[in-house]
């Protein structure tokens, strides 16, 4: 079973449909940045829950804002979504959030959308963009907020700058576009914060795995994943063995 343009398609159209849902939610009234987040998610996710259900029922279904009953685990086409990813950021009307939305195959991520809406980006994994030049010196993105130290020692043995920056969509995207080279994160996200930026850069041509070189595994019971590696695939050797160097190290 795989997937089709018609899947390429819907997924572009209900990523495109919540990200301007959420900005008009956003520009609706006055907000605490907490109570937006949460409004918003709520309003995209309903939005994407019912268009999958509706659309695809047959599938299986895995998002961030609804509670898993387990009968995803029995399908094999299954959409792992996230209606906001960098709520932070989407509450301080940043452009380094996110919407995700992702059809895996058993377990692979298969297709994938990024939508960078206040970007104006919508990201395919169907019709991937070419990648640019490599940036010298190579560009490292981090989390604005938790900064990963593995990430910190990697960027300081290769000589790479460091860029901060929101979501992990956007993250992910930034080495996707060519602002960035690499997007290495040890502090854990959970199969929604990656599965679609994972399936865009795999199109894109880039590298991405988790740290220890392993592919992506998706729908699956446990949704925590540890960590990431979506880098330049020229970069790849220097970044590994940086990486052994600072296990070693520590």
């Not at 079973?1 to 089709?4: G, L, P």
């Not at 509670?67 to 509450?91: A, F, H, M, Q």
């Not at 901060?164 to 992990?168: D, E, K, T």
């Not at 990486?243 to 520590?250: E, G, I, Q």
């Given at each position: 079973?795989?997937?089709?343009q018609?899947?390429?398609?819907f997924?572009?159209?209900?990523?495109?449909?919540a990200?301007?849902?959420l900005?008009?939610?956003?520009?609706?009234?006055?907000?605490?940045p907490?109570e937006?987040?949460?409004?918003?998610?709520?309003?995209?996710?309903?939005l994407?829950?019912?268009?999958?259900?509706?659309?695809?029922p047959?599938?299986?279904?895995?998002?961030?804002?609804r509670?898993?009953?387990?009968?995803?685990?029995?399908?094999?086409?299954?959409?792992?979504?996230?209606?906001?990813?960098?709520?932070?950021?989407?509450?301080e009307?940043?452009?380094?959030?996110?919407?995700?939305?992702?059809?895996c195959?058993?377990?692979?991520?298969?297709?994938?959308?990024?939508?960078?809406?206040?970007?104006?980006l919508?990201?395919?994994?169907d019709?991937?963009?070419?990648l640019?030049p490599?940036?010298?010196?190579?560009?490292?993105v981090?989390?604005?907020?938790?900064?990963?130290?593995?990430?910190?020692?990697?960027?300081?043995?290769?000589?790479?700058?460091l860029v901060?920056?929101?979501?992990?969509g956007?993250?992910?995207?930034?080495?996707?576009?060519?602002?960035?080279?690499?997007?290495?994160?040890?502090?854990?996200?959970?199969?929604w914060?990656?599965?679609?930026?994972?399936?865009?850069?795999?199109?894109?041509?880039?590298?991405a795995?988790?740290?220890?070189?392993?592919?992506f595994?998706?729908n699956?019971?446990?949704?925590?994943?540890?960590?990431?590696?979506?880098?330049?695939?020229?970069?790849?050797?220097?970044v590994?063995?940086a990486?052994?160097?600072?296990?070693?190290?520590?």
């Open positions: 079973m795989s997937w089709t018609a899947d390429a398609d997924a572009a159209e209900i990523a495109v449909a990200g301007k849902l900005q008009e939610v956003r520009a609706s009234r006055d907000w605490e907490k937006l987040g949460k409004a918003g998610d709520a309003a995209a996710n309903e994407l829950c019912h268009a999958i259900s509706i659309e695809r047959d599938d299986g279904l895995l998002s961030e804002e509670k898993c009953d387990g009968s995803r685990l029995t399908k094999s086409r299954t959409w792992i979504i996230d209606p906001v990813d960098g709520t932070r950021e989407y509450g009307a940043r452009d380094d959030w996110a919407v995700h939305v992702a059809l195959i058993d377990g692979r991520p298969e297709l994938g959308v990024v939508a960078l809406p206040d970007a104006g919508v990201l395919r994994s019709a991937p963009p070419a640019q490599l940036n010298h010196p190579p560009r490292m981090i989390s604005r907020t938790r900064p990963a130290a593995e990430a910190i020692a990697v960027a300081e043995a290769i000589g790479a700058e901060p920056m929101g979501s992990a956007a993250k992910a995207m930034a080495v996707v576009r060519g602002l960035a080279d690499i997007y290495l994160h040890s502090g854990g996200q959970h199969e914060d990656n599965a679609a930026p994972v399936a865009v850069a795999l199109a894109a041509g880039l590298h795995t988790r740290l220890d070189g392993s592919p595994v998706y699956c019971a446990e949704t925590w994943v540890p960590d990431l590696l979506i880098c330049r695939k020229e970069l790849l050797a220097e590994t063995e990486l052994r160097a600072t296990a070693a190290a520590n």
